[in-house]
């Protein structure tokens, strides 16, 4: 168990891969920015704030409020106390690509530090034979500190993990230095 609070605001974004294109790719600019927190948050030492906007339904946010028995689990996340503070680690099943099929150590946070974890994923449905594919950006802050609404909204993270990687195969585009 925890002995301070830790706050966690999952953003996911979600599409199929009829809306890969750029039309779709601008519909989705913007989304994974942070969200206020709900004005009441229920007590405990963990508590997850988790956004979905999802191309099924034109992007419109859904949010939902977790907390009690291990919720950073219910964010693909586990947390672990430290001398130093939170330790903060990710292993997201059931993705595609890329593979993450063990623990991966993000950050560790002291008090009053919030850190960034980016990625992005490819999933499949549950029967190896479906033809169903998503895509999913990830967009999760994690704060060591006790929660009020504009918690992630004017602070600079001090950990950053960024793991996006090329959803779609192909080649490597480079950018011109």
């Given at each position: 168990?925890l002995?301070?609070?830790v706050?966690i605001?999952?953003?996911r974004?979600?599409?199929s891969?009829?809306?890969?294109g750029?039309?779709?790719a601008?519909?989705?600019?913007g989304?994974t920015?942070?969200?206020?927190?709900?004005?009441s948050?229920p007590?405990?030492?963990v508590?997850?704030h988790?956004?979905?906007?999802?191309?099924?339904n034109?992007?419109?946010?859904?949010?939902?409020?977790?907390?009690g028995?291990?919720?950073?689990?219910?964010?693909?996340?586990?947390?672990?106390?430290?001398?130093?503070?939170v330790?903060?680690?990710?292993c997201?099943?059931?993705?595609?690509?890329p593979?993450?099929?063990r623990?991966t150590?993000?950050?560790?946070?002291?008090?009053?530090?919030?850190?960034l974890?980016r990625?992005?994923?490819?999933?499949r449905g549950q029967?190896?034979c479906?033809?169903?594919?998503?895509?999913?950006d990830?967009?999760?802050?994690?704060?060591n500190?006790?929660?009020?609404p504009?918690?992630?909204l004017?602070?600079?993270?001090?950990?950053?993990?960024?793991?996006r990687?090329?959803?779609?195969?192909?080649?490597?585009r480079l950018s011109?230095?």
């Open positions: 168990m002995g301070g609070v706050v605001q999952r953003i974004v979600r599409w891969t009829d809306a890969r750029a039309s779709d601008d519909l989705r600019r989304l920015d942070a969200r206020r927190l709900p004005e948050l007590d405990g030492p508590v997850v988790d956004v979905l906007a999802d191309h099924a034109g992007y419109r946010l859904t949010e939902q409020v977790i907390s028995r291990d919720p950073a689990s219910s964010a693909s996340l586990q947390l672990s106390e430290t001398e130093r503070g330790t903060v680690q990710v997201v099943r059931g993705a595609v690509y593979l993450q099929d623990q150590r993000l950050f560790t946070l002291a008090p009053g530090e919030i850190g974890y990625a992005n994923f490819r999933f029967c190896c479906s033809a169903s594919w998503w895509y999913e990830w967009t999760v802050r994690v704060a500190a006790p929660a009020r504009e918690l992630f004017h602070q600079v993270p001090q950990q950053v993990s960024d793991r990687v090329g959803l779609y195969g192909g080649r490597a011109a230095a």
